[in-house]
């Protein structure tokens, strides 16, 4: 059963635009929301997170949105740059759980 | 900085061969964790540890056995590889349940003829 959905799989804008990476989750337990990037021929690492108490996260270009009534959330890049192409990964945890769930992944190219 | 290496980086295997993989973490983290990654399923957990000594079944631990001799290594061996086992591994280490972060190595790729 897979318990985090991400949208779109693939994603392509053109530099400067906003690139906007849509997750949702089944678990209402989940409590804790990783996001993770990854470059190809590298392992991911984490980029932004964000815990069930707040609606929103921000670090510099990176945005995450949280609904928790809905359980969705989404990753908002803004000023998309070359650099940022990358494959990107929604997390979700719940308070003392022994794991991270994962969803697929969305692929973003960025065009120059 | 967090640190976590993974060996071999590349490797060829044939079908019912024994294949280990190893990892190695400096962060001195309890918990370790081994992936796989394919096109289309993103990333599933195989095994985790809590801690040495200490070997937990994933979401996918069918053909796959862990083992944790020290805080610092974790490894993953393929008794009889098979086909559908090629993939890219990845380890990786986190300190804590729930909010942590994870650290992952760079990846291994195995290919199983």
């Known amino acids: 059963q897979q318990q985090v959905r991400q949208s779109p799989q693939s994603l392509t804008v053109w530099e400067g635009e906003t690139a906007i990476l849509n997750c949702s989750y089944e678990?209402?337990?989940?409590?804790?929301f990783p996001w993770y990037q990854q470059f190809p021929g590298e392992g991911p690492a984490l980029l932004i997170s964000?815990?069930?108490?707040?609606d929103k996260k921000e670090d510099g270009r990176f945005t995450i949105f949280f609904n928790k009534r809905e359980k969705k959330l989404s990753l908002h890049i803004t000023d998309s740059q070359p650099g940022d192409s990358a494959t990107y990964f929604c997390?979700?945890?719940?308070?003392?759980?022994?794991?991270?769930?994962f969803g697929k992944g969305t692929h973003l190219h960025v065009l120059p | 900085e967090a640190a976590v290496t993974q060996s071999p980086r590349n490797k060829v295997a044939v079908t019912g061969g024994k294949v280990t993989l190893s990892c190695n973490q400096t962060?001195?983290?309890?918990?370790m964790y081994w992936y796989r990654q394919d096109t289309g399923h993103g990333l599933r957990l195989i095994h985790y540890?809590?801690?040495?000594?200490?070997?937990e079944k994933g979401d996918i631990p069918d053909g796959y056995k862990a083992s944790r001799p020290s805080q610092e290594n974790f490894s993953l061996i393929l008794e009889l590889a098979t086909p559908s086992q090629t993939s890219v591994y990845f380890c990786?280490?986190?300190?804590?349940?729930?909010?942590?972060?994870?650290?992952f190595g760079p990846g291994t790729r195995l290919t199983v003829l």
């Open positions: 990786a280490s986190g300190e804590t349940w729930g909010e942590a972060e994870q650290f």
């Open positions: 678990d209402s337990t989940f409590n804790y």
């Open positions: 964000i815990s069930s108490v707040s």
């Open positions: 997390a979700a945890s719940g308070t003392n759980a022994y794991k991270v769930i």
């Open positions: 962060n001195n983290h309890n918990n």
């Open positions: 540890s809590y801690g040495a000594g200490s070997t």
